[in-house]
């Protein structure tokens, strides 16, 4: 199969490791992996990743600066307690990629459309990854001394040109689980957007329009925005802000699942980071691989749980007209934060809603009509323009260019990605997953991970065998499990401290990394709590 490669296509070997992906992931693998001189293949234009290809113009961060920076490259106003716009992002990424001299490894225009599996071809490839692979025996090194993988790579602006092929002896994916590919609802036959005579839209290609042409699609119009997450809430503020006066047109937001929404850090003028960020507020959540006596701690301190969360809820439904408008979830907040979905609400949000330019429809169910969308319950809801804020398909996205039979062995039983450390998938050889594990800053989980991902490519340490690595997966899945509903978001936010610590005593690291026991208590971890420097 390699030799056929060679004679049809165009081949390169210029490096060892290759790394799928220039968003924030891709960044920050490419530094850490830097001394190898990976190549890193980004189909854009531009780094970045879902910062510039899926954001509007309100779109800003979700967290304060200092929560969203590199060990090693602080914010020049990082105590700023303004959310920065998704320029400012942008702007951050691009100072780091400069200053750091990342760019070089970057292809840009350079498509992923396949990726071959070769490590077969060797008879040095261990069994414990063939074909028929298995959970037993050892995972191997990443760095095999010879091409495992061979990546197809096409340009992005001419599709019909010749594809070449480069060989590769680790591969580092982080293409993440948003863009590229949208999550399209399925419909009943003749009740599809075939049938209605407005726009439909799905989120990902309203963000690619300039702000403009955004303003004059929804200005003056009938507009309903499907979904009830972050990129549907900017949505309908930007609808709203276009219409204005009496011309104005009010947004109706469809919501099936109702989520927890958060004006600030800030909980009855306690600091949010107190609940759930420090280590002793943490030490109330159950964790992977903890002692009976922690278990049994966990067991008890589940009222105090209970109580943080309601103590969380009695503020958001204070400060905000949940009630009023039919948005109080269900489920406790925890479940919300446990699983990553906690938005930050705009400031001006419930206030346009106050003035009826946002206005609210529960759905489990919908379908469309010629004049607009139809309901379980019967009702209709006139729309010249449906803007589908449904998510993205982010396995299907992985799936498409992966082979077979890793393909199939992507996803376990429960729908979930199992990966080790958030990083290393146990059963398909030397690859690496960076950005598929959720926290509540993505960018100091990504760094902190790509930094043991160095060290375990640099032999300093070795993997467990595969099947320690699945037991270790699955007690985190158990976790999860029992903590959220929405388990299936791989988000490990009630125990990132812990997973932390984990992955620092395996680099050999200090797992404590405050000064002093106080800090260590009470005070919030980031990523410069994880600089280098500190182990000097």
Not at 6 to 12: A, E, G, I, P, S
Not at 475 to 483: C, D, G, L
């Amino acid at each position: 199969m390699a030799a056929q490669h060679l004679n049809q296509f165009q081949f390169h070997s210029v490096s060892k490791i290759g790394i799928i992906g220039a968003g924030i992931s891709g960044i920050a693998a490419a530094k850490q992996l830097s001394g190898h001189s990976p190549v890193v293949f980004e189909a854009t234009d531009s780094i970045g990743g879902v910062w510039k290809h899926c954001s509007f113009a309100s779109t800003k961060l979700q967290t304060p600066r200092c929560d969203f920076e590199f060990s090693d490259y602080p914010w020049s106003e990082r105590d700023n307690a303004n959310f920065p716009s998704h320029v400012e992002v942008l702007e951050y990424l691009h100072g780091y990629a400069t200053h750091f001299d990342l760019l070089k490894f970057v292809k840009f225009g350079s498509k992923v459309v396949e990726i071959r599996y070769v490590g077969d071809d060797h008879s040095t490839t261990t069994s414990t990854h063939s074909s028929e692979n298995t959970t037993s025996g050892e995972y191997g090194n990443l760095l095999a001394g010879h091409p495992v993988w061979e990546v197809g790579v096409q340009s992005s602006n001419n599709p019909d040109s010749t594809i070449e092929w480069y060989g590769f002896e680790f591969i580092v994916v982080c293409i993440g689980k948003y863009g590229d590919i949208p999550r399209i609802p399925t419909f009943p036959r003749n009740k599809g957007q075939e049938v209605f005579k407005g726009k439909v839209m799905h989120s990902m290609d309203y963000s690619k329009l300039d702000q403009e042409a955004a303003r004059e699609l929804v200005k003056g119009k009938k507009v309903a925005v499907m979904g009830y997450k972050k990129s549907a809430i900017d949505l309908a503020l930007e609808c709203a802000e276009a219409n204005q006066g009496p011309d104005g047109q009010p947004c109706t937001m469809v919501v099936r699942t109702l989520h927890w929404t958060v004006p600030s850090y800030w909980i009855w003028g306690l600091p949010f980071f107190l609940f759930y960020s420090t280590r002793s507020s943490q030490f109330l959540h159950e964790r992977p691989n903890q002692s009976f006596l922690k278990a049994l701690f966990c067991l008890f301190s589940s009222p105090m749980r209970k109580v943080v969360s309601k103590f969380i809820e009695s503020y958001l439904l204070w400060k905000l007209p949940l009630v009023k408008y039919g948005l109080k979830p269900d489920h406790p907040f925890l479940e919300d934060y446990a699983s990553c979905q906690m938005a930050i609400l705009p400031e001006n949000f419930f206030p346009e809603a106050d003035k009826g330019n946002i206005k609210f429809k529960r759905a489990s169910k919908w379908w469309f009509y010629d004049g607009g969308v139809e309901f379980e319950d019967n009702t209709r809801l006139e729309a010249d323009v449906v803007l589908l804020a449904t998510g993205y398909d982010g396995k299907k996205k992985l799936q498409s260019v992966l082979p077979e039979p890793f393909r199939s062995l992507m996803l376990d039983s429960s729908g979930t990605m199992p990966l080790y450390r958030g990083t290393i998938h146990p059963l398909i050889p030397n690859m690496a997953f960076v950005g598929f594990i959720e926290s509540v800053s993505n960018l100091h989980t990504a760094e902190l991970r790509c930094k043991w991902l160095s060290r375990v490519v640099d032999n300093k340490f070795k993997l467990p065998s595969v099947k320690e690595m699945l037991d270790q997966i699955s007690r985190e899945m158990e976790v999860m499990k029992r903590t959220t509903r929405f388990y299936k978001r791989h988000c490990i936010s009630t125990f990132s401290i812990n997973h932390s610590d984990e992955i620092c005593e395996e680099m050999g690291w200090k797992s404590w990394r405050k000064s002093n026991w106080l800090s260590e208590a009470f005070s919030p971890y980031n990523s410069r709590d994880y600089n280098e420097e500190k182990e000097d």
